[in-house]
């Protein structure tokens, strides 16, 4: 009888892993083939070859890149570097790419950048935050860009219990900011449960110096956020499940959903076009070629534009796809004035015309 109670326990353990695994495959577009789109002009960015996981572009014209990003998980072309921010000016015919100096007395060497978010001040200081993780934890990185000498100037380590596992930060004043977090669990192995299970625990957290706290949860992996050029709304995408969730932001910073856009797609960073207030989210068609990655069949790269956000029926169209012969594992796609930025996570970036 014991034997039997043991068997049939673990047929329905299987049986239920195996459920689970089935639409684990289903989430990541395991079988999916992205579809051709191209832009009427693209090349590659030179001296961009590690990751350009995100892009922040200052109403100026000059974006910021995060580079050499290391995930659990993921592939990692260099390993034994560090992370770097890069800046490029889109007013320049032919925008060049530049590594910024960082101050002495920051940890430069375990530097691990993701998500970043840039703040201008009164007194139009530019600060750029950054998620990092130093030996695999994470912490927010506090700069002030220095324009003239093209470098960034180390201000502060910010950590708190509820920033852990963070993957994008969106700054909406000094020291305020909104992040996610993409994982509950930091465990590698838990982590793989957690995905398996689709438990759903993730959230965005707010953060200030005087309050940290849970602004909004239920997202199976929350990934990029932003906000709406208005900075009523903020956005936030849920990788796994393949949506953007639209949140209203209150005087007290709390969120409350508004409304979920299905992409159909594995939504990953966020920016909003300062033109027209469209959402462009970087995107991997088949998340199963970014997890198991195998170079002869690589992870394609897929860009979306969301316009008309908040009515019944938003505008979804592709701006830009490929099968990963010419870009890997699209991260992020940010616009200025017709120019298009396209990151990924560990390999080359794009500077297109549209």
Same mark, same amino acid.
């Given at each position: 009888m014991g034997r039997l109670m043991v068997l049939t326990l673990l047929g329905v353990g299987l049986a239920l892993i195996g459920k689970r695994l089935v639409a684990l495959r289903q989430r990541a577009n395991a079988s999916r083939e992205v579809e051709p789109v191209e832009p009427r002009y693209c090349h590659l960015i030179e001296g961009l070859e590690n990751g350009s996981e995100d892009i922040d572009i200052l109403p100026s014209g000059l974006a910021f890149i995060s580079s050499g990003l290391k995930y659990p998980g993921m592939p990692n072309f260099a390993p034994n570097e560090p992370g770097q921010i890069f800046l490029i000016d889109l007013n320049e015919p032919n925008p060049r790419v530049q590594a910024l100096n960082i101050s002495d007395g920051f940890d430069k060497a375990s530097f691990n950048p993701h998500g970043i978010s840039t703040f201008i001040d009164e007194d139009h200081t530019v600060y750029l935050y950054v998620v990092n993780h130093p030996h695999m934890k994470s912490t927010v990185e506090?700069?002030? /860009?220095?324009?003239?000498? &093209?470098?960034? !100037?180390?201000?502060?380590?910010?950590?708190?219990?509820?920033?852990?596992?963070?993957?994008?930060?969106?700054?909406?004043?000094?020291?305020?900011?909104?992040?996610?977090? @993409?994982?509950? /669990? #930091?465990? /590698? /192995?838990? %982590?793989?449960?957690?995905?398996?299970?689709?438990?759903?625990w993730t959230y965005v957290v707010f953060y200030s110096p005087g309050e940290v706290k849970v602004a909004a949860k239920g997202f199976s992996s929350a990934n990029g956020i932003t906000v709406s050029l208005d900075k009523k709304y903020i956005y936030a995408a849920? !990788? *796994?499940?393949?949506?953007?969730? +639209?949140?209203? =932001?209150?005087?007290?910073?709390?969120?409350?959903? %508004? =409304? +979920?856009?299905?992409?159909? *797609?594995? !939504?990953?960073?966020?920016? !909003?076009?300062? @033109? #027209?207030?469209?959402?462009?989210?970087?995107?991997?068609?088949?998340?199963?070629?970014?997890?198991?990655?195998?170079?002869?069949?690589?992870?394609?790269?897929? %860009?979306?534009?969301? &316009?008309? %956000?908040?009515?019944?029926?938003?505008?979804?169209?592709?701006?830009?796809?490929?099968?990963?012969?010419?870009i890997q594992g699209s991260s992020v796609a940010a616009v200025y004035h017709g120019k298009l930025l396209i990151g990924t996570v560990f390999h080359k970036a794009l500077y297109c015309l549209f």
């Open positions: 506090k700069f002030k /860009f220095e324009e003239k000498q &093209r470098s960034l !100037v180390h201000l502060k380590t910010i950590k708190h219990e509820l920033l852990k596992s963070l993957n994008d930060i969106v700054v909406l004043g000094p020291e305020q900011f909104y992040a996610t977090r @993409d994982h509950y /669990f #930091t465990n /590698f /192995f838990l %982590v793989l449960l957690e995905i398996i299970m689709d438990l759903r849920d !990788v *796994t499940a393949q949506n953007i969730h +639209v949140l209203k =932001k209150h005087e007290n910073w709390d969120l409350t959903q %508004v =409304k +979920v856009i299905h992409l159909g *797609t594995l !939504v990953d960073n966020l920016t !909003v076009d300062p @033109d #027209t207030g469209d959402i462009w989210a970087g995107c991997h068609p088949n998340g199963m070629k970014l997890l198991i990655y195998n170079p002869e069949d690589p992870p394609g790269s897929e %860009v979306l534009r969301i &316009r008309n %956000v908040l009515s019944e029926k938003p505008k979804i169209s592709t701006e830009y796809g490929n099968n990963g012969s010419v």
